[in-house]
């Protein structure tokens, strides 16, 4: 099993430009979520899926957006990007036991610079 | 003040020695806890959940104290590999948007 995927690992844009980032899970698991990670700061929600075909706004939505149109892969676009986007995103999945919770196992994240 | 909140450290220990951190939260609601450990420049992982009654696991110990609501993580014996961040995670309730991220205690041990 490769748990948790990332894709790209590392990205430089431009302010301006747009971009995907892939998360994908081979794990079966419910839940998914991004989150980006800034220094000094824990790890925000940005966007999170129940399920399929579902998703909803976590701490910090504005100005990305997401799409859960298979299972094991949720994708996070940012649209226009500014430098305020700067900032480590790591992608996160949980098993479905009983409710949500903090068990979740997370992808190697993507680096992602914004000038 | 922070819904989650670490002491940043670095607590900075000799190998073999025990030390512990904890971890406070203002929600008095919050239903699960959880210790994550994250290496430098790699992704958090789950190092164990937080039980009411107390949890070990091998040379990790997980308390929690809801009358002043804090969570503690207690390391004996520590080991050079043990040097990472250890994130605190309390779930508020059973929505992903109250899952809150401590932003983590720096933990190195010297030889």
């Known amino acids: 099993n490769a748990g948790v995927t990332q894709t790209p690992k590392f990205r430089v844009l431009k302010t301006g430009q747009s971009m995907t980032l892939l998360c994908a899970q081979d794990?079966?698991?419910?839940?998914m979520y991004w989150y980006r990670q800034d220094p000094g700061m824990g790890l925000r929600l940005i966007h999170y899926s129940v399920g399929e075909g579902t998703t909803a706004k976590g701490e910090v939505p504005d100005g990305y957006n997401v799409s859960r149109l298979k299972k094991q892969n949720f994708l996070l676009g940012l649209e226009s990007a500014a430098p305020s986007q700067t900032s480590v995103y790591f992608c996160?999945?949980?098993?479905?036991?009983?409710?949500?919770?903090?068990?979740?196992?997370f992808g190697p994240g993507t680096r992602l610079t914004v000038t | 003040r922070k819904e989650v909140e670490q002491d940043p450290g670095p607590f900075n220990v000799p190998e073999g020695a025990t030390v512990a951190f904890n971890c406070t939260y203002s929600?008095?609601?919050?239903?699960?806890f959880f210790w994550y450990r994250q290496d430098c420049r790699k992704e958090p992982k789950l190092l164990m959940s937080v039980y009411s009654s107390g949890n070990e696991d091998g040379r990790f110990t997980a308390q929690l104290n809801r009358a002043s609501q804090y969570i503690s993580l207690l390391i004996r014996d520590s080991k050079l590999s043990d040097s990472a961040t250890y994130l605190c995670?309390?779930?508020?309730?059973?929505?992903?948007?109250?899952?809150?991220f401590g932003s983590g205690t720096r933990l190195s041990i010297r030889p």
């Open positions: 995670v309390v779930n508020k309730n059973s929505s992903a948007s109250k899952i809150i």
């Open positions: 929600n008095s609601a919050s239903q699960s």
């Open positions: 996160a999945s949980s098993p479905r036991r009983g409710s949500i919770s903090g068990e979740q196992y």
């Open positions: 794990m079966n698991h419910e839940y």
